[in-house]
Every structure is written in C-alpha cells, then in structure tokens.
C-alpha cells in the first residue's frame, strides 16, 4: 500500500481495466505513476482520467521489455507498491503469435520483478484470468481448482502466477502479493468518458455486440448453441469493470508490509453468478431498447460450457464484493458505446508528453 510519501506504480494503466482502477486510486487519494507501452491502448485514456477526476496522472510511456526506462521510474519516484496490468490479452491472437505472448507477458514481468527487488519494491497486486482453470471440474470455481490453461495467453498467465509464487516462497523474502483472477470483465465507467477501446474486430462479447448496437457490425456471430446450459449456450461471470477495479484497491489494501509480509494469495474477482450469451444479449438489447441482430454459428476451439467464479474467498479476505447490477452494466456499455462510437480512436493527438 502507498504510504503517505510513495506511490502505487499501475503498469498498463492506459488499458481498459488499468485506466479504470487509476480512478479508483485517485479517488481514494492515492499517489499514483502510471506506466504504458501504448501499444493496446490510447494516450487519450489517461486524459480521461484526468478529466473524470480532475486529477494530473504522472504518465511514462514505457515497454516493459526496456529494463533501463523501467528503473528509472523507480529511480525518480519513491514507488511502494505495484499493480501489474501491462501485457497482451487476446486468446485467440495468443495462439497466432505464442512467442510475442511469452515475450511482453513473462519477460516484460519478470524485468519488472527484478526491478521491484532491486528497488526493494515488494507489494504487488497482479492481473490474471480465470482462463488459468481451463475447464474447470466445478461450478463456481473455488481459487483451489487444478490450473490448466489451454492457450498461450492463459499459460503466461499461470506461469507468472507460479513465479511470483516461488518469489513470495523464498525464506525472508518479505513479498506480499496478489493474484487476481478476473472472470469476464463488461460495461464502463458511469461518466460515459472511459470504456473498452478495442483496436479492430473485438475479440470479446460484448464489445463486439456494442458495435452491433452503433451499426460498425452487422451482427453478432453467437459461437454455439449446443452446450449443456439453459438455452445451448455457453455461460461466463461478466463482472462490472468499476467493482472489478475497486477488487484492486481492496487487495492493494490488504498486502502486507515488509514486517508483516502476505506471501503470494489469489483470489477470484467474479460476481458469483453466470449468464449465458443469449442473456446477455437480451440484457444489452433492453439496455438499448431494440433488438439486436445475431446468428448462431459453429463453438470457437478453446471455449468452455461454463467459468462462474466462486467469489467467496475475496468476500471474506479483502471484505470486497461486485455490487453492480447486469442491468447497470449494460446501460453503462451503451452510454460508452453511444457516446464514443469509435471509442478512443478519434481524439486528437495520441502523444503523450515527453517522459
Ligand atoms: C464470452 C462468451 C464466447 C464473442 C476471454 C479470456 C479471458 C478474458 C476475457 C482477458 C463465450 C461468446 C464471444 C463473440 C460469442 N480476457 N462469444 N461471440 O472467452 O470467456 O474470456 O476474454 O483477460 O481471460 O479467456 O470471453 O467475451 O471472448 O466470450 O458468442 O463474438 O461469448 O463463445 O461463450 P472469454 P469472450
């Protein structure tokens, strides 16, 4: 946690999640660097931020594969503690590319957790997936279930988890850290100023589907229809962006300290329940209040009937709990959607200052 003299450093903090939880920080007072490669996101996100907390954020565009840019940030602020986002995120481009994956996500993390112990930097709060279960023998799924990611995007996902793990398991090491295993991230912030910007075709559902909403899409390919669920379609714990990045600030709240250090623990960041892909379609069709054109098409390789998270442990460790209604998660998708049709892309100059 910062103290009143350091910093939380947000690397990928630019990002759809990233930038959602600087909010919180700032909102909660807390002093905060942020880091980004830009790769994946927009300068003008953090200009959204500003404007949404009428706060200055101390911006660095920074690779993450550059170790010397990464210590100077270090070296210019008194950084306490470290929330980790910055890496790539798509499953599918996870398997075009597996070699891109490992590079930015493990050696990008793994310079950024030598920094941290050169720097004596020791809290660290770190971005991963559900997709880390696989296919999961149990629903809900409890943190206990056996790690078996299926595609290289899940696999750096658990591979950075059992590093950090093995760091926290050193005699003395004194590392706090927490892994934060986020189900199926949706909506946008309520300002309508910040969402999901997705560079091309979204991967994911409801981005895709809010472009269905604002005509950039014809209609939304729905990928089976024949799983074992209510309605044949598969189901996933879609969690409202602002409860998952307020999940951060209740875990960066309860890392320990270097005399009372944590170890490595993770937790589910889901709401408990599931909705199925035909649900979500009528929950974000009565958010728009028309219907919206689909096809039900082959299952995408790699898909899973059923990831509802077990959200119990988060509850009663970081006294945190997603409260934001299906409904509210929608009308703030829209209101995004509506307002940004071609999310952050159109704003004038992408620079950021010069570092
Ligand atoms: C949700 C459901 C699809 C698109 C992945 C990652 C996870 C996280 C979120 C990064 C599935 C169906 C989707 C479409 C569809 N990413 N769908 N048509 O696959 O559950 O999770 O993204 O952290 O780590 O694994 O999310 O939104 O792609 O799919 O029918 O055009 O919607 O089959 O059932 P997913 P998703």
Not at 47 to 60: A, L, N, W
Request: aromatic residues 8%.
């Amino acid at each position: 946690m910062s103290s009143s003299s350091s910093s939380v450093l947000v690397t990928g903090g630019a990002g759809y999640i990233g930038s959602h939880t600087v909010i919180e920080l700032l909102n909660d007072n807390q002093s905060v660097v942020v880091i980004d490669n830009l790769i994946n996101a927009s300068y003008e996100a953090i200009r959204r931020i500003e404007r949404i907390t009428g706060k200055k954020v101390t911006f660095y565009k920074v690779n993450l594969l550059d170790k010397k840019a990464l210590l100077e940030v270090f070296q210019r602020h008194s950084i306490g503690s470290v929330i980790h986002f910055g890496g790539l995120k798509a499953v599918g481009e996870s398997s075009r590319i597996p070699l891109d994956y490992y590079d930015i996500n493990m050696t990008g993390t793994i310079h950024l957790l030598q920094v941290m112990q050169t720097m004596d930097v020791k809290q660290f709060v770190f971005s991963s997936s559900a997709t880390v279960y696989g296919d999961p023998p149990l629903i809900p799924i409890p943190e206990t279930s056996p790690l078996a990611s299926t595609n290289p995007y899940g696999r750096t996902k658990q591979f950075v988890e059992s590093i950090i793990q093995d760091i926290c398991n050193v005699n003395n090491s004194n590392w706090s850290a927490a892994l934060l295993r986020y189900f199926n991230p949706a909506g946008a912030h309520p300002s309508g100023l910040l969402g999901e910007n997705p560079l091309g075709v979204p991967n994911n559902l409801m981005p895709y589907l809010s472009q269905v909403a604002i005509g950039k899409r014809a209609s939304l390919s729905i990928y089976g229809k024949d799983y074992p669920t209510k309605d044949g379609t598969a189901i996933r714990d879609y969690i409202n962006v602002v409860d998952l990045a307020k999940g951060h600030l209740a875990a960066l709240k309860k890392l320990g300290d270097s005399k009372n250090p944590t170890g490595c623990v993770a937790y589910n960041l889901g709401t408990g329940h599931g909705s199925t892909v035909l649900e979500m379609v009528q929950a974000f069709s009565n958010a728009v209040g028309r219907p919206l054109a689909y096809e039900i098409v082959d299952r995408r390789p790699g898909d899973v009937a059923n990831l509802t998270a077990d959200p119990t442990k988060a509850k009663t460790e970081l006294n945190w709990e997603a409260t934001i209604q299906l409904d509210e998660t929608c009308a703030s998708l829209w209101h995004w959607q509506s307002k940004n049709p071609n999310g952050l892309e159109d704003c004038p100059g992408d620079a950021p200052p010069e570092s």
